[in-house]
Protein backbone atom coordinates (compact mmCIF):
# COMPACT_ATOMS: atom_id res chain seq x y z
CA UNK A 1 0.00 0.00 0.00
CA UNK A 2 1.06 3.14 -0.47
CA UNK A 3 2.00 5.78 1.87
CA UNK A 4 -1.54 7.67 1.23
CA UNK A 5 -3.46 4.71 1.73
CA UNK A 6 -1.90 4.17 5.06
CA UNK A 7 -2.67 7.83 6.03
CA UNK A 8 -6.12 7.68 4.88
CA UNK A 9 -6.40 4.98 7.82
CA UNK A 10 -4.80 6.81 10.77
CA UNK A 11 -7.90 7.50 12.38
CA UNK A 12 -6.96 9.52 15.56
CA UNK A 13 -6.30 12.65 14.21
CA UNK A 14 -9.01 15.69 13.01
CA UNK A 15 -10.86 15.73 10.17
CA UNK A 16 -11.84 19.14 8.18
CA UNK A 17 -15.00 18.48 6.10
CA UNK A 18 -15.17 21.25 3.16
CA UNK A 19 -18.69 21.12 1.66
CA UNK A 20 -18.13 22.99 -1.82
CA UNK A 21 -22.15 22.62 -2.41
CA UNK A 22 -22.76 24.87 0.61
CA UNK A 23 -20.20 27.39 -1.07
CA UNK A 24 -21.70 27.66 -3.85
CA UNK A 25 -25.12 28.20 -1.99
CA UNK A 26 -23.20 31.36 -0.57
CA UNK A 27 -21.84 32.29 -4.11
CA UNK A 28 -25.32 32.13 -5.05
CA UNK A 29 -26.89 34.01 -1.99
CA UNK A 30 -23.92 36.67 -2.50
CA UNK A 31 -25.48 37.33 -6.27
CA UNK A 32 -28.91 37.73 -4.72
CA UNK A 33 -27.96 40.36 -2.33
CA UNK A 34 -25.46 42.37 -4.18
CA UNK A 35 -27.75 44.55 -6.19
CA UNK A 36 -26.95 43.23 -9.97
CA UNK A 37 -23.01 43.63 -8.71
CA UNK A 38 -20.65 40.80 -10.56
CA UNK A 39 -19.61 39.09 -7.15
CA UNK A 40 -16.08 38.36 -7.71
CA UNK A 41 -14.14 35.75 -5.22
CA UNK A 42 -11.43 36.19 -2.61
CA UNK A 43 -9.96 33.41 -2.16
CA UNK A 44 -6.26 34.68 -0.73
CA UNK A 45 -4.73 32.55 2.53
CA UNK A 46 -5.58 29.20 0.42
CA UNK A 47 -9.74 29.94 0.35
CA UNK A 48 -9.51 31.15 4.05
CA UNK A 49 -7.35 27.83 4.89
CA UNK A 50 -10.69 26.07 3.23
CA UNK A 51 -8.22 24.73 -0.01
CA UNK A 52 -7.93 27.11 -2.69
CA UNK A 53 -7.37 24.21 -5.44
CA UNK A 54 -11.01 22.89 -4.20
CA UNK A 55 -13.24 26.51 -3.51
CA UNK A 56 -11.90 27.80 -6.66
CA UNK A 57 -12.67 25.53 -8.99
CA UNK A 58 -16.62 25.13 -8.09
CA UNK A 59 -16.78 28.77 -8.07
CA UNK A 60 -15.14 29.13 -11.49
CA UNK A 61 -17.90 26.09 -12.35
CA UNK A 62 -20.61 28.07 -10.60
CA UNK A 63 -19.73 31.23 -13.37
CA UNK A 64 -17.45 33.00 -10.97
CA UNK A 65 -14.71 34.51 -12.88
CA UNK A 66 -12.66 37.34 -11.20
CA UNK A 67 -10.86 36.24 -8.53
CA UNK A 68 -8.57 38.10 -5.70
CA UNK A 69 -5.80 37.10 -3.82
CA UNK A 70 -3.04 38.21 -1.74
CA UNK A 71 0.30 37.60 -3.72
CA UNK A 72 1.37 36.52 -6.97
CA UNK A 73 2.61 33.34 -5.70
CA UNK A 74 -1.12 32.24 -4.87
CA UNK A 75 -2.42 33.89 -8.12
CA UNK A 76 0.50 31.45 -10.25
CA UNK A 77 -1.61 28.57 -8.37
CA UNK A 78 -4.54 30.19 -8.95
CA UNK A 79 -4.44 30.61 -12.68
CA UNK A 80 -3.20 26.70 -12.52
CA UNK A 81 -6.41 25.19 -10.95
CA UNK A 82 -8.70 28.13 -13.23
CA UNK A 83 -6.82 28.15 -16.51
CA UNK A 84 -6.84 31.02 -18.71
CA UNK A 85 -10.24 32.48 -18.42
CA UNK A 86 -10.26 33.54 -15.12
CA UNK A 87 -9.53 37.06 -14.04
CA UNK A 88 -6.76 36.80 -11.30
CA UNK A 89 -6.18 40.29 -9.42
CA UNK A 90 -3.54 40.58 -6.58
CA UNK A 91 -3.83 42.78 -3.56
CA UNK A 92 -0.82 43.24 -2.68
CA UNK A 93 0.28 44.78 -5.78
CA UNK A 94 3.06 44.34 -7.96
CA UNK A 95 7.12 44.63 -6.46
CA UNK A 96 10.03 45.20 -8.51
CA UNK A 97 11.13 41.59 -9.88
CA UNK A 98 8.02 40.02 -10.09
CA UNK A 99 7.04 41.81 -13.61
CA UNK A 100 7.57 38.40 -15.49
CA UNK A 101 5.76 36.38 -13.44
CA UNK A 102 2.44 38.94 -14.05
CA UNK A 103 2.85 39.07 -17.44
CA UNK A 104 3.68 35.50 -18.10
CA UNK A 105 0.62 34.35 -16.32
CA UNK A 106 -1.58 37.16 -16.97
CA UNK A 107 -2.03 38.35 -13.35
CA UNK A 108 -3.43 42.02 -12.28
CA UNK A 109 -1.67 43.68 -9.59
CA UNK A 110 -4.00 45.90 -7.79
CA UNK A 111 -2.02 49.02 -8.29
CA UNK A 112 -1.21 50.79 -4.95
CA UNK A 113 1.12 53.68 -5.34
CA UNK A 114 1.97 56.15 -8.28
CA UNK A 115 5.48 54.62 -8.30
CA UNK A 116 3.86 51.15 -9.17
CA UNK A 117 1.52 52.50 -11.48
CA UNK A 118 4.59 54.11 -13.33
CA UNK A 119 6.81 50.83 -13.15
CA UNK A 120 3.45 49.20 -14.15
CA UNK A 121 3.50 50.55 -17.46
CA UNK A 122 6.72 50.29 -18.24
CA UNK A 123 6.78 47.07 -17.84
CA UNK A 124 3.36 46.66 -20.01
CA UNK A 125 4.81 49.25 -22.56
CA UNK A 126 7.56 46.79 -23.46
CA UNK A 127 4.82 43.64 -23.48
CA UNK A 128 2.31 42.23 -26.28
CA UNK A 129 -1.54 41.56 -25.11
CA UNK A 130 -0.22 42.78 -20.92
CA UNK A 131 -3.00 42.29 -18.58
CA UNK A 132 -5.04 44.74 -17.26
CA UNK A 133 -4.49 46.27 -13.79
CA UNK A 134 -6.78 47.49 -11.17
CA UNK A 135 -6.21 50.80 -9.22
CA UNK A 136 -6.56 50.63 -5.92
CA UNK A 137 -7.74 53.90 -3.77
CA UNK A 138 -6.97 54.44 0.13
CA UNK A 139 -10.17 56.43 1.16
CA UNK A 140 -9.98 56.36 4.87
CA UNK A 141 -8.19 53.10 6.16
CA UNK A 142 -4.47 53.73 5.73
CA UNK A 143 -3.33 50.61 4.84
CA UNK A 144 -2.82 49.79 0.74
CA UNK A 145 -3.86 52.29 -1.64
CA UNK A 146 -3.24 55.67 -3.65
CA UNK A 147 -4.21 57.98 -0.66
CA UNK A 148 -7.33 59.54 -1.66
CA UNK A 149 -5.07 63.34 -0.90
CA UNK A 150 -2.85 62.14 -3.71
CA UNK A 151 -5.88 61.14 -6.68
CA UNK A 152 -6.38 64.44 -7.81
CA UNK A 153 -2.91 64.58 -8.92
CA UNK A 154 -3.52 60.76 -10.33
CA UNK A 155 -6.26 62.13 -11.91
CA UNK A 156 -4.53 64.59 -14.46
CA UNK A 157 -2.72 61.71 -15.55
CA UNK A 158 -4.68 59.92 -17.68
CA UNK A 159 -2.34 59.02 -20.34
CA UNK A 160 -0.33 57.51 -17.34
CA UNK A 161 -3.51 55.43 -16.11
CA UNK A 162 -4.48 54.20 -19.79
CA UNK A 163 -1.01 52.97 -20.31
CA UNK A 164 -1.33 50.81 -17.09
CA UNK A 165 -4.48 49.29 -18.30
CA UNK A 166 -6.70 49.98 -15.78
CA UNK A 167 -10.07 48.54 -15.96
CA UNK A 168 -11.00 48.39 -12.03
CA UNK A 169 -11.04 51.09 -9.57
CA UNK A 170 -11.42 49.48 -5.97
CA UNK A 171 -11.22 50.82 -2.49
CA UNK A 172 -11.60 49.21 0.67
CA UNK A 173 -13.92 49.46 3.94
CA UNK A 174 -12.70 49.43 7.59
CA UNK A 175 -15.64 49.19 9.21
CA UNK A 176 -17.96 47.33 7.31
CA UNK A 177 -18.70 45.00 10.18
CA UNK A 178 -20.34 48.06 11.83
CA UNK A 179 -22.81 49.47 9.78
CA UNK A 180 -23.75 52.72 12.24
CA UNK A 181 -19.61 53.70 11.76
CA UNK A 182 -19.78 56.68 10.62
CA UNK A 183 -16.63 56.02 8.47
CA UNK A 184 -18.33 53.61 5.94
CA UNK A 185 -20.18 56.94 5.00
CA UNK A 186 -17.24 58.73 4.71
CA UNK A 187 -15.22 56.33 2.57
CA UNK A 188 -18.33 55.31 0.38
CA UNK A 189 -18.41 59.33 -0.33
CA UNK A 190 -14.65 59.96 -0.92
CA UNK A 191 -14.35 56.87 -3.02
CA UNK A 192 -17.66 58.33 -5.49
CA UNK A 193 -15.90 61.78 -5.77
CA UNK A 194 -12.55 59.99 -6.76
CA UNK A 195 -14.08 58.04 -9.08
CA UNK A 196 -16.38 61.14 -10.81
CA UNK A 197 -12.20 62.68 -10.73
CA UNK A 198 -10.90 59.60 -12.63
CA UNK A 199 -13.52 59.49 -15.27
CA UNK A 200 -12.08 62.21 -17.41
CA UNK A 201 -8.72 60.64 -17.20
CA UNK A 202 -9.62 56.77 -18.05
CA UNK A 203 -12.73 57.94 -20.80
CA UNK A 204 -12.99 54.52 -21.75
CA UNK A 205 -14.17 53.18 -18.53
CA UNK A 206 -13.94 51.35 -15.92
CA UNK A 207 -15.62 49.41 -13.26
CA UNK A 208 -15.75 50.40 -9.55
CA UNK A 209 -15.77 47.80 -6.31
CA UNK A 210 -15.59 48.75 -2.79
CA UNK A 211 -17.42 45.89 -1.03
CA UNK A 212 -16.31 42.41 0.55
CA UNK A 213 -18.65 40.58 2.28
CA UNK A 214 -19.75 42.80 4.95
CA UNK A 215 -19.53 45.57 2.32
CA UNK A 216 -22.58 43.98 0.31
CA UNK A 217 -24.94 43.99 3.69
CA UNK A 218 -24.26 47.58 3.65
CA UNK A 219 -26.49 48.14 0.25
CA UNK A 220 -26.87 49.15 -2.99
CA UNK A 221 -24.91 52.01 -2.93
CA UNK A 222 -21.94 49.80 -1.37
CA UNK A 223 -22.07 47.02 -4.26
CA UNK A 224 -21.35 49.04 -7.08
CA UNK A 225 -20.07 46.58 -9.85
CA UNK A 226 -18.12 44.54 -8.50
CA UNK A 227 -18.10 42.91 -5.02
CA UNK A 228 -15.29 41.00 -3.63
CA UNK A 229 -16.40 38.25 -0.74
CA UNK A 230 -14.28 36.28 0.93
CA UNK A 231 -15.45 35.74 4.43
CA UNK A 232 -19.24 34.83 3.73
CA UNK A 233 -18.54 32.46 1.02
CA UNK A 234 -16.88 30.36 3.27
CA UNK A 235 -19.81 30.48 5.50
CA UNK A 236 -18.63 32.79 8.58
CA UNK A 237 -20.68 35.32 9.18
CA UNK A 238 -18.85 38.94 8.21
CA UNK A 239 -19.77 40.71 11.12
CA UNK A 240 -22.58 40.88 14.52
CA UNK A 241 -25.65 42.12 11.88
CA UNK A 242 -25.01 39.92 9.09
CA UNK A 243 -25.45 36.00 9.59
CA UNK A 244 -23.84 33.35 8.17
CA UNK A 245 -25.24 31.39 5.46
CA UNK A 246 -24.86 27.64 4.66
CA UNK A 247 -21.96 26.16 6.48
CA UNK A 248 -19.00 25.54 4.43
CA UNK A 249 -16.39 23.91 6.87
CA UNK A 250 -16.48 21.13 9.78
CA UNK A 251 -14.02 20.20 11.97
CA UNK A 252 -14.26 17.10 14.39
CA UNK A 253 -12.09 15.25 16.17
CA UNK A 254 -12.18 11.21 17.45
CA UNK A 255 -12.25 10.84 21.09
CA UNK A 256 -9.17 9.01 22.12
CA UNK A 257 -10.06 8.29 26.00
CA UNK A 258 -12.93 8.62 28.54
CA UNK A 259 -12.43 8.88 32.04
CA UNK A 260 -14.85 9.11 35.50
CA UNK A 261 -13.54 12.42 36.82
CA UNK A 262 -14.26 12.37 40.74
CA UNK A 263 -14.95 16.01 42.62
CA UNK A 264 -12.37 17.79 42.57
CA UNK A 265 -10.24 15.93 40.01
CA UNK A 266 -8.15 18.43 38.04
CA UNK A 267 -7.74 18.47 34.15
CA UNK A 268 -5.27 19.49 31.74
CA UNK A 269 -1.80 21.32 32.29
CA UNK A 270 -1.87 24.10 35.38
CA UNK A 271 -4.80 22.25 36.95
CA UNK A 272 -6.25 25.19 36.00
CA UNK A 273 -9.49 23.34 35.74
CA UNK A 274 -11.23 21.11 38.47
CA UNK A 275 -14.34 18.77 38.16
CA UNK A 276 -17.56 19.74 40.29
CA UNK A 277 -18.98 16.75 41.47
CA UNK A 278 -18.70 13.13 39.48
CA UNK A 279 -18.33 13.97 35.25
CA UNK A 280 -17.09 11.85 32.94
CA UNK A 281 -14.65 13.33 30.80
CA UNK A 282 -13.34 12.56 26.81
CA UNK A 283 -10.18 13.63 25.75
CA UNK A 284 -10.34 14.68 22.03
CA UNK A 285 -7.47 14.66 19.19
CA UNK A 286 -7.79 17.90 18.66
CA UNK A 287 -4.85 20.82 19.76
CA UNK A 288 -3.87 24.30 19.18
CA UNK A 289 -1.16 22.75 16.61
CA UNK A 290 -4.09 21.80 14.48
CA UNK A 291 -5.27 26.00 14.50
CA UNK A 292 -7.79 25.00 17.56
CA UNK A 293 -6.49 27.87 19.40
CA UNK A 294 -5.38 27.52 22.98
CA UNK A 295 -6.93 30.40 24.14
CA UNK A 296 -10.49 28.94 23.42
CA UNK A 297 -10.21 26.61 26.18
CA UNK A 298 -12.22 27.85 29.10
CA UNK A 299 -14.90 29.26 26.95
CA UNK A 300 -15.78 26.67 23.67
CA UNK A 301 -17.42 23.63 23.19
CA UNK A 302 -17.77 20.73 21.54
CA UNK A 303 -21.09 18.85 20.43
CA UNK A 304 -20.92 14.95 20.51
CA UNK A 305 -24.91 13.39 19.44
CA UNK A 306 -26.60 16.70 19.15
CA UNK A 307 -25.33 17.68 23.07
CA UNK A 308 -23.20 20.63 23.97
CA UNK A 309 -19.91 19.54 25.69
CA UNK A 310 -18.00 22.06 27.27
CA UNK A 311 -13.79 22.08 26.76
CA UNK A 312 -12.78 21.18 30.81
CA UNK A 313 -9.14 22.84 31.31
CA UNK A 314 -6.22 24.15 28.57
CA UNK A 315 -6.20 23.33 25.15
CA UNK A 316 -2.78 21.74 24.75
CA UNK A 317 -0.76 20.67 21.62
CA UNK A 318 -2.47 17.86 20.60
CA UNK A 319 -5.50 17.26 23.22
CA UNK A 320 -8.28 18.78 24.44
CA UNK A 321 -10.67 17.26 27.35
CA UNK A 322 -14.21 17.87 27.29
CA UNK A 323 -16.98 16.95 29.52
CA UNK A 324 -19.57 14.25 28.03
CA UNK A 325 -21.55 13.26 31.20
CA UNK A 326 -24.60 14.65 29.06
CA UNK A 327 -23.81 12.64 26.33
CA UNK A 328 -22.65 9.15 28.33
CA UNK A 329 -23.70 6.73 25.89
CA UNK A 330 -22.43 8.28 22.94
CA UNK A 331 -18.95 8.92 24.54
CA UNK A 332 -16.62 6.32 23.47
CA UNK A 333 -13.28 6.10 21.82
CA UNK A 334 -13.38 6.58 17.99
CA UNK A 335 -16.36 8.63 18.18
CA UNK A 336 -16.21 12.14 16.75
CA UNK A 337 -16.97 15.39 18.20
CA UNK A 338 -17.74 18.19 16.30
CA UNK A 339 -16.08 21.40 16.98
CA UNK A 340 -16.87 23.67 14.28
CA UNK A 341 -19.94 23.33 12.09
CA UNK A 342 -23.63 23.25 11.90
CA UNK A 343 -24.15 22.30 15.75
CA UNK A 344 -21.11 24.58 16.93
CA UNK A 345 -20.43 27.79 15.32
CA UNK A 346 -17.83 29.30 14.24
CA UNK A 347 -18.14 32.68 15.69
CA UNK A 348 -18.59 30.55 19.01
CA UNK A 349 -15.52 29.47 18.72
CA UNK A 350 -13.78 32.36 17.66
CA UNK A 351 -15.65 34.61 20.26
CA UNK A 352 -14.31 31.82 23.02
CA UNK A 353 -11.31 32.86 21.64
CA UNK A 354 -11.91 36.47 21.20
CA UNK A 355 -10.59 36.38 18.05
CA UNK A 356 -12.96 36.42 14.37
CA UNK A 357 -13.73 33.75 12.68
CA UNK A 358 -11.34 34.81 10.06
CA UNK A 359 -8.23 34.14 11.98
CA UNK A 360 -10.19 31.02 13.06
CA UNK A 361 -10.44 29.49 9.57
CA UNK A 362 -7.26 30.53 8.23
CA UNK A 363 -5.07 28.74 10.63
CA UNK A 364 -6.89 25.27 10.67
CA UNK A 365 -3.36 23.19 10.14
CA UNK A 366 -2.33 20.92 8.09
CA UNK A 367 -2.96 17.95 10.03
CA UNK A 368 -6.14 17.69 9.59
CA UNK A 369 -7.60 14.83 7.92
CA UNK A 370 -9.20 16.80 5.23
CA UNK A 371 -12.31 15.94 2.96
CA UNK A 372 -13.81 17.47 0.45
CA UNK A 373 -17.89 17.44 -0.43
CA UNK A 374 -19.19 18.42 -3.39
CA UNK A 375 -17.69 18.00 -6.90
CA UNK A 376 -14.75 20.58 -7.34
CA UNK A 377 -15.39 21.69 -10.92
C1 LIG B 1 -9.61 40.04 2.22
C2 LIG B 1 -10.18 41.15 1.42
C3 LIG B 1 -11.53 41.08 0.97
C4 LIG B 1 -12.50 40.01 1.40
O1 LIG B 1 -12.96 40.35 2.70
P1 LIG B 1 -14.08 39.52 3.49
O2 LIG B 1 -14.28 40.34 4.71
O3 LIG B 1 -13.49 38.19 3.79
O4 LIG B 1 -15.27 39.42 2.63
C5 LIG B 1 -11.96 42.09 0.10
N1 LIG B 1 -11.14 43.10 -0.26
C6 LIG B 1 -9.87 43.21 0.19
C7 LIG B 1 -9.03 44.35 -0.24
C8 LIG B 1 -9.35 42.24 1.05
O5 LIG B 1 -8.09 42.36 1.50
Redesign the pocket.
Known amino acids: MSLADDIAHVLTRPRLTIDLDAAARNLRAYRARSHGAEVGA ?1 V ?1 ADA ?1 GLGMDVVAPRLFAEGCRTF ?1 V ?1 NAEEGLRLRQCLGPDAMIYV ?1 NGILQGEASVFLHHALSP ?1 LNDIAQIEAWTRTRDLADAPPPAAL ?1 IDTGMNR ?1 GVSARDAPALAARGDLLSRAGITLV ?1 S ?1 LAC ?2 EPEHSLNAVQRDTFTAIRKALSSALPNGFRASL ?5 VHLGADFCLDLV ?7 G ?1 S ?1 GPDAPADAVVATLEAPILQVRQLEDGDPVGYGASCRAVGRRLSATVALGYADGFLRAGGPHGYGVLAGVKTPILGRISMDLVTVDVTDATDAARPGALIEFLGAQAALEDAAQAAQTLN ?1 ELLTGLGPRCDRRVLGAAA
Open positions: TKYFAYVHLMHADANSAGRPGIGLYGPY
